[in-house]
Protein backbone atom coordinates (compact mmCIF):
# COMPACT_ATOMS: atom_id res chain seq x y z
CA UNK A 1 0.00 0.00 0.00
CA UNK A 2 0.89 3.44 -0.10
CA UNK A 3 0.90 5.66 2.79
CA UNK A 4 0.74 9.66 1.94
CA UNK A 5 2.03 12.26 4.75
CA UNK A 6 1.68 15.49 3.71
CA UNK A 7 1.61 19.01 5.33
CA UNK A 8 3.39 22.10 6.57
CA UNK A 9 3.15 20.89 9.87
CA UNK A 10 6.26 18.77 11.91
CA UNK A 11 5.77 15.43 12.04
CA UNK A 12 6.00 13.67 9.19
CA UNK A 13 9.28 12.07 8.72
CA UNK A 14 9.04 11.16 12.43
CA UNK A 15 6.05 9.28 11.59
CA UNK A 16 7.13 7.91 8.87
CA UNK A 17 10.49 6.51 10.56
CA UNK A 18 8.62 5.01 12.95
CA UNK A 19 6.60 3.01 11.09
CA UNK A 20 9.61 2.12 9.43
CA UNK A 21 11.12 1.00 12.89
CA UNK A 22 7.79 -0.89 13.61
CA UNK A 23 8.33 -2.94 10.21
CA UNK A 24 12.01 -3.72 10.85
CA UNK A 25 10.50 -4.82 14.46
CA UNK A 26 8.55 -7.56 12.56
CA UNK A 27 11.43 -8.82 10.53
CA UNK A 28 10.22 -6.66 8.12
CA UNK A 29 13.33 -5.39 5.09
CA UNK A 30 13.20 -1.65 4.84
CA UNK A 31 15.30 1.43 3.44
CA UNK A 32 14.90 5.33 3.58
CA UNK A 33 15.41 7.31 0.93
CA UNK A 34 15.76 11.10 1.95
CA UNK A 35 15.57 13.37 -0.58
CA UNK A 36 16.84 17.37 -0.29
CA UNK A 37 18.91 16.03 2.59
CA UNK A 38 22.05 15.08 3.50
CA UNK A 39 21.79 12.09 5.56
CA UNK A 40 22.94 14.01 8.89
CA UNK A 41 19.91 14.32 10.60
CA UNK A 42 19.27 12.06 13.97
CA UNK A 43 16.95 9.83 12.80
CA UNK A 44 19.90 8.28 9.96
CA UNK A 45 22.41 7.12 12.44
CA UNK A 46 20.17 4.73 14.36
CA UNK A 47 18.46 3.43 11.45
CA UNK A 48 21.71 2.26 10.09
CA UNK A 49 22.87 0.58 13.59
CA UNK A 50 20.05 -1.51 12.85
CA UNK A 51 20.79 -2.34 9.37
CA UNK A 52 18.20 -0.12 7.51
CA UNK A 53 19.96 1.50 5.14
CA UNK A 54 19.37 5.36 4.47
CA UNK A 55 20.13 6.81 1.23
CA UNK A 56 21.07 10.58 0.86
CA UNK A 57 22.82 13.03 -1.24
CA UNK A 58 26.03 14.11 0.19
CA UNK A 59 25.72 17.78 -1.70
CA UNK A 60 27.93 20.58 0.26
CA UNK A 61 27.10 23.77 0.36
CA UNK A 62 23.77 25.38 -0.23
CA UNK A 63 21.28 24.20 2.07
CA UNK A 64 18.07 24.33 -0.04
CA UNK A 65 17.32 23.13 -3.61
CA UNK A 66 15.80 26.67 -4.76
CA UNK A 67 18.89 28.41 -3.90
CA UNK A 68 21.62 26.22 -5.63
CA UNK A 69 22.78 26.72 -9.29
CA UNK A 70 21.90 24.72 -12.74
CA UNK A 71 25.15 22.49 -12.15
CA UNK A 72 24.40 21.64 -7.92
CA UNK A 73 21.09 21.08 -8.50
CA UNK A 74 21.89 18.53 -11.97
CA UNK A 75 23.91 16.84 -9.37
CA UNK A 76 21.17 16.16 -6.31
CA UNK A 77 18.89 15.05 -9.48
CA UNK A 78 21.26 12.80 -10.53
CA UNK A 79 21.68 11.64 -7.15
CA UNK A 80 17.75 11.16 -6.30
CA UNK A 81 17.31 9.05 -9.30
CA UNK A 82 20.85 6.97 -8.45
CA UNK A 83 19.09 6.26 -4.84
CA UNK A 84 15.77 4.94 -6.64
CA UNK A 85 17.36 2.66 -9.09
CA UNK A 86 19.48 1.37 -6.02
CA UNK A 87 16.15 0.65 -4.08
CA UNK A 88 14.63 -0.89 -7.48
CA UNK A 89 16.94 -3.03 -7.87
CA UNK A 90 16.57 -4.91 -4.37
CA UNK A 91 14.13 -6.41 -2.68
CA UNK A 92 12.49 -4.35 -0.03
CA UNK A 93 9.40 -4.88 1.67
CA UNK A 94 9.01 -1.34 3.56
CA UNK A 95 10.38 1.98 1.97
CA UNK A 96 10.22 5.49 2.89
CA UNK A 97 10.48 8.11 0.49
CA UNK A 98 11.23 11.08 2.24
CA UNK A 99 10.12 14.34 1.09
CA UNK A 100 9.43 12.79 -2.58
CA UNK A 101 6.67 14.94 -2.92
CA UNK A 102 8.90 17.93 -3.21
CA UNK A 103 11.14 16.23 -5.14
CA UNK A 104 8.60 15.96 -7.59
CA UNK A 105 7.10 19.20 -7.56
CA UNK A 106 9.84 20.45 -8.06
CA UNK A 107 11.26 18.66 -11.14
CA UNK A 108 14.40 17.22 -9.27
CA UNK A 109 13.66 13.23 -10.10
CA UNK A 110 13.06 11.02 -12.81
CA UNK A 111 8.81 10.72 -12.98
CA UNK A 112 9.50 7.46 -14.80
CA UNK A 113 11.21 6.13 -11.72
CA UNK A 114 9.03 7.03 -9.19
CA UNK A 115 6.12 5.66 -11.21
CA UNK A 116 7.91 2.48 -11.29
CA UNK A 117 7.80 2.35 -7.89
CA UNK A 118 4.45 3.21 -6.98
CA UNK A 119 3.60 0.29 -9.44
CA UNK A 120 4.91 -2.35 -7.11
CA UNK A 121 2.67 -4.25 -5.59
CA UNK A 122 5.67 -6.44 -3.13
CA UNK A 123 6.44 -2.91 -0.96
CA UNK A 124 4.44 -0.76 1.36
CA UNK A 125 5.79 2.98 0.67
CA UNK A 126 5.71 5.86 3.01
CA UNK A 127 5.84 9.50 1.05
CA UNK A 128 6.21 12.62 2.54
CA UNK A 129 5.98 16.42 0.91
CA UNK A 130 5.22 19.29 2.61
CA UNK A 131 2.60 20.25 -0.12
CA UNK A 132 -0.17 17.58 -1.60
CA UNK A 133 0.48 16.23 -4.74
CA UNK A 134 -2.27 14.68 -7.01
CA UNK A 135 0.79 11.86 -8.40
CA UNK A 136 0.53 10.51 -4.68
CA UNK A 137 -3.34 11.72 -3.36
CA UNK A 138 -5.09 9.86 -6.35
CA UNK A 139 -3.04 6.54 -5.48
CA UNK A 140 -2.55 6.65 -2.07
CA UNK A 141 -4.25 3.73 0.48
CA UNK A 142 -3.61 6.62 3.60
CA UNK A 143 -3.36 10.17 3.21
CA UNK A 144 -2.52 12.45 6.32
CA UNK A 145 -2.13 15.89 6.29
CA UNK A 146 -0.15 17.66 8.72
CA UNK A 147 -0.91 20.89 9.74
CA UNK A 148 1.16 23.64 11.63
CA UNK A 149 -0.73 25.70 14.25
CA UNK A 150 1.91 26.86 15.67
CA UNK A 151 5.79 26.37 15.24
CA UNK A 152 8.64 28.39 17.02
CA UNK A 153 9.77 29.30 13.95
CA UNK A 154 7.37 31.86 13.33
CA UNK A 155 8.83 33.69 16.18
CA UNK A 156 12.32 33.34 14.64
CA UNK A 157 13.79 30.28 16.43
CA UNK A 158 15.84 28.34 14.24
CA UNK A 159 15.39 24.34 14.27
CA UNK A 160 16.89 22.77 16.97
CA UNK A 161 19.56 19.62 16.67
CA UNK A 162 17.77 16.35 18.00
CA UNK A 163 14.30 18.10 17.89
CA UNK A 164 13.74 19.12 14.99
CA UNK A 165 16.21 17.40 12.87
Avoid: W
Wanted: glycine content about 8%; proline content about 2%; hydrophobic content about 40%.
Amino acid sequence: MLQYYFGKGKGKTSAAVGACLRAAGNGISCAVIQFFKNGTSGETEPLRQLGIPVLACDFQGTRFFRDMNAEEQAAVIRCHNENLRKVLAENYRFLVLDELGDAVSRNAVDLSLVTELLSRTDCELIVTGHAETPLFSERADYITEFRCIRHPYQNGIKARKGIEY
